[in-house]
């Protein structure tokens, strides 16, 4: 028999070394590759040397973990966010849901090595979000717009694995397609640190049906994932998929969700309809 050949095992410092190279070269020339260098470019650049050396998805075994243990407290939260009677606070309850989600980023060195530490809970993030006004603070006039208005359509360009997308994000979804909106949930189509991919946003969802199909209740035959056709943990908004550009052209919210793709890329893109930028500073 022949014996079957062994790839080699990625390797820390070719990764390390190529993309200081990379870096070194954007000093002395920034039209080199591709630039001058933006937060996608150099995000781009360090995912393809990422991939040449053989890491694909670096922190599969973690997003599992973590997808399970935030699927196991999702009817404890969309619980208690429906005995939340008034519009207003429910709404509010929500948003810190999503923030409080989304500090589950392994994308910053910081909070990675807290929870490689401690792990962390997603009751407790909640609890301490730091008091208002926030960084920049709009909540007010989203609960206004939210008790007056029922949207359409929106995209909702998700983030994180774990917490963030299953505890944050689909109670959020949820609760708009309870209010009669269509929903998109837009989610990467290959790996890029411990964001969700599409593919795994749709196991997530079939998992979390009821035995009718409902979301805890609620009917969600107008709930679609979609491949958004990023593959970094940022996004260009001029370059996604056909398909979701299609699906999107009438959509009258969007949300983008994240300190990558709500705050480092879009925010201050300007929208031809409603749009939320939500997500957690985590660099201090």
């Not at 699927?71 to 966010?81: A, D, H, I, P, T």
């Not at 090595?113 to 009751?123: N, P, Q, T, W, Y």
């Not at 998109?184 to 079939?206: C, G, H, Q, R, W």
């Not at 979390?208 to 199909?213: A, I, Q, S, V």
Request: overall charge negative.
């Amino acid at each position: 028999m022949t014996p079957r050949c062994r790839m080699p095992p990625p390797r820390p410092r070719s990764l390390l070394r190529g993309y200081t190279d990379m870096l070194e070269e954007l000093k002395k020339n920034p039209e080199s590759h591709g630039g001058p260098p933006d937060c996608i470019l150099l995000c781009r650049l360090r995912e393809l040397i990422l991939r040449e050396l053989g890491f694909h998805d670096i922190f599969k075994k973690v997003k599992d973990e973590e997808n399970a243990k935030a699927m196991s407290l999702f009817e404890g939260v969309v619980q208690r966010n429906d005995e939340i009677e008034d519009g207003e606070k429910r709404a509010e309850n929500l948003i810190r849901g999503i923030l409080a989600g989304n500090i589950f980023d392994l994308g910053s060195a910081q909070l990675a090595e807290v929870f490689a530490k401690d792990g962390m809970s997603f009751l407790a993030s909640c609890q301490n979000l730091l008091s208002r006004p926030w960084v920049i603070d709009d909540l007010d006039a989203f609960k206004s717009k939210w008790t007056k208005k029922s949207w359409e359509k929106a995209v909702i360009f998700v983030d994180n694995s774990g917490a963030d997308i299953i505890l944050g994000i689909l109670p959020f979804a949820r609760e708009l397609l309870r209010r009669g909106t269509k929903v998109i949930l837009a989610a990467n189509d290959m790996p890029s640190i411990n964001d969700i991919t599409y593919l795994e946003l749709v196991e997530i969802v079939n998992k979390l049906k009821d035995e009718n199909g409902k979301l805890a209740g609620v009917d969600v035959s107008d709930l679609i994932v979609a491949n958004s056709g990023n593959d970094l943990p940022v996004i260009d908004l001029s370059s996604v998929a056909p398909e979701l550009a299609y699906m999107a052209s009438d959509a009258d919210l969007v949300i983008l969700e994240g300190m990558g793709r709500g705050i480092e890329t879009n925010l201050y893109a300007q929208m031809k309809c409603d749009s939320i930028k939500i997500g957690m500073v985590k660099h201090p």
